[in-house]
């Protein structure tokens, strides 16, 4: 682990050295920033995005966070762990949706500019259930092999306790594939600071 750090340091250390070297090479390395580009509006404009940016942030961290920080407080550590366990288990039916959303992300934006209707609403329809039959694909794997992969970790016998929390967990999981595109639509339209 100690080798690792200093490795990890070194590394580090050179990226630095290597652009303060490209950056002397090309003219662009300077002591002193020259900040007379930012006038007070655009000053103010970076602010007010860096604050949204820092509010959306922390929002979306305890929006995604709150059932770990909700469990570990009202519950023990291990069931902490266990719910942990089951969450990282269940995420796995959100590989498709990935990749759906981000060959759909591009369209979304399209369409919302144009304001097609009728394209976005089909293209929400297909991803929802494209996005909802293999949600129930992955959640009938993970069910069917819950026991078998609970029984590969150690301590096999508490963590299984957490069969039917994995069950809940994947379901919300499923419910939030077959509402498709909602995140995207939102992130891209013109009220999404609202």
């Given at each position: 682990?100690?080798?690792?750090l200093?490795?990890?340091?070194v590394h580090?250390?050179g ?7 490209y950056?002397n090479?090309?003219?662009?390395w300077?002591?002193?920033?020259d900040w007379s580009?930012?006038r007070?509006?655009?000053?103010k ?6 604050g ?10 305890l929006?995604?966070r ?9 519950a ?10 089951a969450?990282?288990?269940s995420?796995?039916?959100?590989i498709?949706?990935k ?6 992300v591009?369209f ?6 144009e304001?097609?209707?009728v ?15 293999a949600g129930l694909?992955?959640?009938?794997g993970?069910?069917?092999?819950a026991?078998?992969l609970?029984?590969l970790?150690?301590n096999?016998?508490?963590?299984s ?5 994995l ?6 999981k499923?419910?939030?594939?077959a509402a498709?595109l909602?995140?995207?639509i ?9």
């Amino acid at each position: 682990l100690q080798t690792a750090l200093w490795f990890l340091i070194v590394h580090y250390a050179g990226i630095v050295l290597g652009l303060v070297i490209y950056l002397n090479q090309i003219g662009e390395w300077f002591w002193r920033p020259d900040w007379s580009f930012l006038r007070p509006q655009l000053r103010k404009d970076i602010l007010q995005y860096a604050g949204f940016g820092v509010a959306t942030g922390f929002a979306l961290l305890l929006a995604t966070r709150l059932d770990m920080f909700m469990v570990g407080s009202l519950a023990s550590i291990k069931s902490a762990g266990i719910y942990a366990i089951a969450l990282n288990i269940s995420a796995a039916m959100e590989i498709p949706a990935k990749s759906l959303y981000s060959a759909s992300v591009s369209f979304v934006a399209k369409y919302l500019s144009e304001e097609n209707w009728v394209e976005m609403q089909s293209l929400y329809q297909k991803v929802s259930i494209n996005l909802l039959t293999a949600g129930l694909f992955i959640l009938g794997g993970i069910w069917v092999s819950a026991d078998a992969l609970y029984s590969l970790m150690t301590n096999s016998g508490e963590i299984s306790q957490g069969k039917y929390v994995l069950l809940v967990l994947s379901i919300a999981k499923l419910v939030d594939l077959a509402a498709g595109l909602n995140n995207q639509i939102v992130y891209y339209s013109k009220h999404y600071q609202f």
